[in-house]
Every structure is written in C-alpha cells, then in structure tokens.
C-alpha cells in the first residue's frame, strides 16, 4: 500500500502563513501528480492546488498569487506553502497522489487522512 501522511496544519490569525507537509511512503515505484484538496464543513472537496512530475503546476482561483505548490520527488513529498490566509481557508485539507507500487502496477490514486487549518482571530 501507498500511505499519505499530512502535516502543519494548525490554527493561524488571518493574513498570516502555514505550510502543509505530505510525505507518500511504502511500496511505491513511480508518482505521477501530487495534489491538495480541502473540504470545509457542509460544502463539497475542492482542489485546492496540483503538481505534475515535471512541477507544472495548476491553482483554483481563490488561491491563485497566495498559495504555492511544490515537491521534492526524491522525498516523495509535495508542500503547500499557503500565505495571506483568510478566513474563507478554513478547511480540512488533504494530500492526494497518483502513484504505481511496481514497474508491472496500474496507476491507483490514494488520499491522506487530512490536516485541519482554521483561519481565525
């Protein structure tokens, strides 16, 4: 299995800066794209942010200028550098990956269990 593990999150005032963490481990051959979602309370699972093999990166509007993307392929791992936070950021946010466990393996997507961000004075 391929297992995500979220971290950073945490309580912030508006206006200020959290960096997320997600750290893919096990048998894991290849990850193609990396991505965050969030869901807030009573509203759907939104991409929040993605990120190819090749770093081409993609934003949903509301994020776009404030939030950052990026991985370190050899960690397996993909950061959201979320700056100039609002109240509207308030979230669970997950760490989601498309990833082949062998050379022979299809390609599964996998979730992380999330991370809570509340943006609140």
């Known amino acids: 299995q391929v297992q995500l593990v979220e971290s950073g999150g945490g309580l912030v005032q508006p206006g200020g800066s959290l960096r997320l963490s997600c750290a893919a481990s096990g048998m894991i051959f290849s990850i193609s794209d990396m991505g965050w979602y969030r869901q807030a309370p009573g509203k759907q699972r939104e991409l929040v942010a993605s990120i190819s093999s090749g770093r081409s990166t993609n934003y949903a509007d509301s994020v776009k200028g404030r939030f950052t993307i990026s991985r370190d392929n050899a960690k397996n791992t993909v950061y959201l550098q979320m700056n100039i936070l609002k109240t509207e950021d308030t979230a669970g946010y997950y760490c989601?990956?498309?990833?082949?466990?062998?050379?022979?393996?299809?390609?599964?997507?996998?979730w992380g269990q999330g991370t809570q961000v509340t943006v609140s004075s």
């Open positions: 989601n990956a498309n990833a082949k466990r062998t050379i022979l393996s299809t390609w599964s997507n996998y």
